[in-house]
């Protein structure tokens, strides 16, 4: 498998993913051009994807969902309420273009199985994603206020991840969103911190190479520099020293991350 981090953020989330089969994209969380232009910077084209896994409908993971599906023909999948949660808000999505992927279930494409999970964050039926081609796996897990026992249990042992790293306590507590925001990235149904970030990283990394991308991080309350640290320090604490098998990388809101092979 090969993937890259075309964008994550406030301003809109994207993954790409392949093998030699087929292309992914899990979100469409910015306009299509600028989608268009994520891909031209990886080498790659929208109309050669298969496929397009949504998450949930939180508008910046489906901000050019609609316009892209329509415009290269592409189906999108999402569970039931995901879909009824995203109508009015993606336009009409043709019938043949439109597949239901329960919660808790594989997808079989080709050499690739696509394993969904729940999370809890405050959307409709939100859940994430877990590839495995071969005996290689790939975990993309953002948008929780909280990792549990049972998402641990998936993700275990990926060889890499795209792991939500969304804010710094002190940074969210002194900025300048209001109480009722702050309230609500803080909660169970929020974002997870850098440092419990961390904390459910050093529970499911396996001692073998694993590469982990910071991702989804704020705008207003992170800072690239600072996200890595915090995690850094906190696996140390934990008895996982970054470097030395787990390796840490940035994501960006505008840049799309090298296209790696996991």
């Given at each position: 498998?090969?993937f890259?981090?075309?964008a994550?953020?406030s ?5 790409f993913?392949e ?6 994209l899990?979100d469409?969380g910015?306009s299509?051009?600028?989608?268009e232009?994520?891909?031209a910077?990886?080498?790659r ?6 496929g397009?896994f949504?998450t ?13 599906a329509r415009?290269?023909q592409?189906p999108i999948?999402?569970n039931?309420?995901?879909?009824k949660a ?5 336009g009409?999505?043709p019938?043949?273009q439109?597949f239901t ?8 494409f ?5 394993e969904?999970?729940g999370v ?7 859940m ?7 005996d290689r796996k790939?975990?993309i897990?953002t948008?929780?206020?909280y990792v ?8 275990q042992?990926?060889d890499a991840y ?5 804010h710094?306590?002190?940074m969210l507590q002194?900025g300048r969103y ?9 909660s169970?149904?929020g ?6 970030a961390a904390?459910?990283m ?8 694993t590469s982990?991308?910071?991702a ?6 992170n800072?690239k ?6 995690v850094a320090q906190?696996?140390e604490t934990?008895?996982?020293i970054a470097?030395?098998f787990?390796h ?13 092979t996991v």
């Amino acid at each position: 498998m090969r993937f890259s981090v075309l964008a994550s953020g406030s301003s809109g989330n994207a993954i790409f993913i392949e093998n030699n089969e087929h292309q992914f994209l899990v979100d469409a969380g910015l306009s299509g051009k600028k989608l268009e232009g994520l891909f031209a910077k990886i080498d790659r084209s929208m109309a050669d994807l298969d496929g397009i896994f949504v998450t949930h409908e939180h508008s910046d993971h489906i901000k050019g969902l609609g316009v892209v599906a329509r415009k290269y023909q592409i189906p999108i999948y999402a569970n039931e309420k995901t879909w009824k949660a995203m109508d009015g808000l993606i336009g009409t999505v043709p019938l043949d273009q439109r597949f239901t992927f329960d919660m808790e279930t594989v997808k079989t494409f080709g050499g690739m199985d696509i394993e969904s999970f729940g999370v809890s964050h405050d959307a409709a039926d939100p859940m994430f994603y877990t590839f495995y081609q071969n005996d290689r796996k790939l975990s993309i897990i953002t948008d929780t206020g909280y990792v549990s026992d049972r998402m641990k249990g998936i993700i275990q042992a990926s060889d890499a991840y795209v792991f939500e790293s969304n804010h710094d306590v002190g940074m969210l507590q002194m900025g300048r969103y209001p109480w009722s925001v702050k309230r609500r990235i803080l909660s169970d149904v929020g974002h997870v911190s850098n440092e419990d970030a961390a904390v459910a990283m050093s529970e499911v990394v396996a001692e073998k190479e694993t590469s982990i991308y910071l991702a989804h991080l704020s705008k207003d309350n992170n800072m690239k520099d600072l996200a890595k640290m915090s995690v850094a320090q906190t696996l140390e604490t934990c008895g996982i020293i970054a470097g030395e098998f787990v390796h840490l990388f940035d994501t960006d809101p505008e840049e799309p991350t090298k296209l790696v092979t996991v």
